[in-house]
């Protein structure tokens, strides 16, 4: 059965440093992956999605990897802002699924101006 | 991109009542759709798969009596939680597939905050 585990739960830096964000998962039989950002009682927005061929994909300040036969994808927020404040989850798609998604619980990210 | 509206974003109603949610599909047809659940702090649960004119696919351990799924046409999908009670209080979000026929990102709504008193 697929786990994701997000880590760390919470974390909290002050504006403009670099920072990563950990994703790992059990099962390398996936699909996808992909990252999204959650506001206080708002809905998702999707920020990064990652085929499992490929092994990176990059928005802006936000990139992602991916290494799928280790079980793991990173986040990576460049020159953090107060903005970037949110709940930043984790996704992965299994091959075997009908397009569902197996979520991590999160990390509750706070950008300290 | 894929707009997927919810409606409403928040209700409170009192216990033995129902609640229903909509999820729409603004700007594509989508013929699957997705329903989670989120306590606090905790995952985002799949509730059950909604697929157009079909009846819908609940996950293990999720009351099909009591979580009325109906998805009648290519753009509306509704989430009717019957007789709620203070245990159904949580976050409820819906997410949209563009297309069977290729893979793409999954759509989400805004979700709806129940709260149930």
């Known amino acids: 059965k697929q786990e994701v585990t997000q880590i760390p739960a919470a974390l909290s830096v002050p504006e403009g440093e670099n920072l990563v964000l950990n994703c790992s998962f059990t099962?390398?039989?996936?699909?996808?992956l992909q990252w999204f950002r959650q506001d206080p009682g708002k809905g998702l927005t999707s920020l990064l999605l990652i085929q499992s061929s490929q092994r990176e994909q990059t928005s802006g300040r936000l990139n992602a990897s991916l290494d799928k036969s280790s079980g793991r994808s990173t986040l990576y927020i460049a020159a953090s802002q107060p903005g970037d404040s949110a709940t930043y989850l984790c996704?992965?798609?299994?091959?075997?699924?009908?397009?569902?998604?197996?979520w991590g619980a999160g990390t509750k990210l706070i950008i300290k101006p | 991109g894929a707009v997927v509206s919810q409606h409403p974003s928040w209700v409170i109603c009192k216990s033995g009542t129902s609640v229903k949610i909509e999820c729409r599909s603004l700007d594509f047809q989508a013929t699957t759709m997705f329903w989670y659940r989120q306590f606090p702090k905790q995952s985002l649960m799949l509730m059950a798969t909604?697929?157009?004119?079909?009846?819908?696919?609940?996950e293990q351990g999720v009351e099909k009596d009591k979580f009325l799924i109906n998805h009648a046409s290519l753009t509306l999908s509704t989430l009717t939680v019957t007789s709620a009670h203070p245990e159904d209080s949580s976050f409820y979000i819906c997410s949209a597939r563009v297309s069977p026929l290729w893979d793409t990102e999954a759509f989400f709504g805004q979700g709806t905050r129940l709260t149930v008193v």
């Open positions: 909604s697929n157009e004119g079909s009846k819908a696919t609940y």
């Open positions: 996704a992965v798609r299994p091959m075997d699924s009908n397009y569902q998604l197996i």
């Open positions: 099962d390398s039989a996936i699909y996808n």
